[in-house]
């Protein structure tokens, strides 16, 4: 069987967490890179990343690298691929770029030539040329060329990973779902112990680690992939991949340790509600002024992304006095995304974890603490 090259984006930050997901979940020659992390397998290992990774924000299958010397290099080299096994006249696509020390600088150009070469290859095999569609195409090409040599992807997932399809509501600041699953492995939480996001806005993290505690693929929530838009993906791979989908349906498993979601406003509360239900996963809901937070039960983990900017302004005493809560949970493991550098000043001990993480546009860093 062909084996090819997949690379798997992460957030930043997330590649640590995502390599060690992938080894666990068995994909071959896993490695360590700066924003991602590549593998190889058949082709449906493409489609089984997209299926049960919890961390990539895209699976990506490399079609090749070339040395990109100029303009015609750049178009020449895309012209050596045969497009003809994703696209037709009848399909859109669309192509992005990154120039990193280059002689072609400008990342617009180089991705208008990507696309001018395949389409005119469609154009010479057929008569037609497919077109372009920045919203919802079904092929996308990404180009990244650095030192004057290219590599170029097609993308496998289609909508970013992240949306599994069922968050249909969200707060102010929701956390992106790749994200939550990332978190909660640098957590190191055991899938078995009671898990509480105190201040769980949506759920984002709750149902993560539900979905995560039950072995629920995080795909089989999403209608579709960018890969099944593709030219060649005909009705063997439709059949392969619906056996897929019922064999990762078939090991889901019934049991659920004890996860609270709780959050101070009803509303938000109410989202997190419908999202757990639609994304099929049960947990114990309060509606709880985290500062009401008692130690005096077993300890827990706490794995949560607090507030910050804004609504951290509103309240200066917010974060101390939170923190001045967690600091009294003896025996509990506390772990905060914080998008304030005020939550590891105030908690002052050494965090036993810390990793920085891009949440957005917002740097914020990964905290993990073993409160004595
Ligand atoms: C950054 S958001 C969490 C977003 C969440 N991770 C998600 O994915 O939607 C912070 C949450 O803290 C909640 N919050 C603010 N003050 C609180 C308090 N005193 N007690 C409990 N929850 C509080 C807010 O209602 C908000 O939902």
Redesign the pocket.
């Known amino acids: 069987m062909e084996m090819l090259e997949f690379y798997a984006a992460a957030i930043p930050g997330t590649e640590k967490a995502l390599c060690e997901e992938l080894r666990e979940l068995g994909f071959a020659s896993v490695r360590l890179n700066r924003g991602g992390v590549p593998f190889r397998g058949e082709p449906s290992e493409g489609w089984r990343a997209c299926l049960e990774s919890r961390i990539a924000q895209r699976i990506q299958l490399l079609l090749g690298r070339f040395p990109c010397p100029s303009e015609q290099a750049l178009f020449d080299g895309v012209q050596t691929i045969d497009w003809s096994a994703y696209l037709t006249p009848n399909h859109t696509l669309s192509v992005s770029a990154v120039c990193i020390a280059s002689t072609i600088t400008h990342s617009g150009f180089a991705g208008l030539k990507v696309k001018d070469a395949i389409v005119d290859q469609v154009r010479a095999r057929t008569g037609r040329r497919p077109s372009v569609d920045r919203e919802d195409p079904d092929i996308r090409v990404f180009l990244y060329l650095a030192n004057n040599k290219a590599t170029l992807y097609l993308d496998l997932s289609g909508e970013p990973l992240h949306r599994r399809g069922y968050r249909k509501e969200?707060?102010?600041?929701?956390?992106r779902e790749t994200l939550a699953a990332a978190m909660l492995r640098m957590s190191r939480w055991d899938r078995s112990s009671t898990l509480v996001d105190?201040?769980?806005?949506?759920g984002?993290?709750a149902i993560e680690a539900a979905m995560w505690a039950r072995n629920m693929a995080p795909g089989l929530t999403r209608k579709q992939f960018g890969f099944e838009r593709w030219a060649g993906f005909g009705a063997d791979d439709d059949e392969a991949l619906r056996t897929m989908r019922g064999e990762l349906r078939a090991a889901v498993s019934g049991q659920v340790p004890r996860i609270i979601a709780?959050?101070?406003?009803p509303n938000?509360l109410d989202m997190a509600r419908a999202n757990a239900r639609a994304a099929g996963v049960k947990l114990a809901f309060k509606e709880?002024?985290?500062?009401e937070m008692q130690g005096d039960q077993a300890a827990h983990i706490i794995v949560t992304?607090?507030?910050y900017g804004v609504?951290l302004e509103k309240s200066p005493t917010f974060c101390r006095e939170v923190t001045a809560i967690f600091s009294r949970l003896h025996g509990w493991r506390v772990c905060l995304l914080a998008g304030s550098p005020d939550y590891e000043r105030e908690l002052s001990a050494t965090p036993q974890y810390r990793r920085r993480l891009s949440n957005g546009d917002i740097d914020c860093v990964f905290l993990v603490y073993d409160i004595d």
């Open positions: 969200t707060g102010d600041a929701p956390l105190p201040m769980c806005g949506s984002t993290i709780a959050d101070n406003d938000v709880r002024d985290v500062r992304n607090p507030p609504r």
